[in-house]
């Protein structure tokens, strides 16, 4: 296993819709364990492929209660909504709040190719969420009510956090 580079925002990477996973080949589990790695030495609740630089879709989480390896996952059903705030691996220092469906099922392939269904609320519905909308080209700017940046301030022991416009980030996206 290896700890692969987080590519960060604005990568175009992060933006193309990823590929199904036609089959659990010995690379593709390999990914996902390195993605596994990469999410845990980075202290991240969720990673999807495209954060690695891989275009399949294939999104590892782990919000305490175990690691979820999730091929091709597919939200199948949703309910209620909930607004809390959340970060991204590949978009340092931004917390974004984001309105999220509070429960959710996800259905996809296990490591094996073995279909599994995952019901999920709290945090683990929203990291489900989050990364199912990595593997759309999906991201945090998109969907935030509001958004903040963690600034270092002279005098500061704790970054505070600046209320950033929308605008102003996606400004950082290159037209193709
Ligand atoms: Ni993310």
């Known amino acids: 296993m290896a700890v692969r580079e987080i590519r960060l925002y604005p990568d175009p990477v992060l933006r193309r819709p990823a590929k199904p996973v036609t089959r659990v080949t010995k690379?593709?589990?390999?990914?996902?364990?390195?993605?596994?790695?990469?999410?845990?030495?980075?202290?991240g609740v969720g990673l999807a492929a495209p954060q690695v630089g891989k275009g399949v879709r294939l999104a590892v989480v782990d919000v305490g209660d175990g690691l979820i390896t999730l091929f091709n996952p597919v939200i199948v059903a949703r309910e209620g909504t909930a607004v809390d705030v959340e970060g991204c691996l590949s978009i340092p220092k931004i917390t974004a709040y984001v309105e999220r469906a509070a429960q959710v099922t996800v259905?996809?392939?296990?490591?094996?190719?073995?279909p599994f269904r995952v019901e999920a609320d709290g945090l683990?519905?929203?990291?489900?969420?989050?990364?199912?909308?990595?593997?759309?080209?999906?991201?945090?700017?998109?969907r935030a009510t509001r958004l903040f940046r963690e600034e270092e301030r002279e005098g500061e022991e704790e970054p505070v956090a600046v209320e950033i416009d929308r605008e102003e980030l996606l400004r950082q996206e290159v037209a193709p």
């Open 107 to 114: 259905e996809a392939l296990d490591l094996e190719g073995r």
């Open 124 to 142: 683990l519905a929203r990291a489900l969420q989050h990364e199912i909308d990595h593997l759309d080209g999906i991201l945090i700017v998109d």
């Open 27 to 43: 690379k593709l589990a390999r990914l996902a364990q390195d993605m596994a790695e990469t999410m845990y030495a980075a202290n």
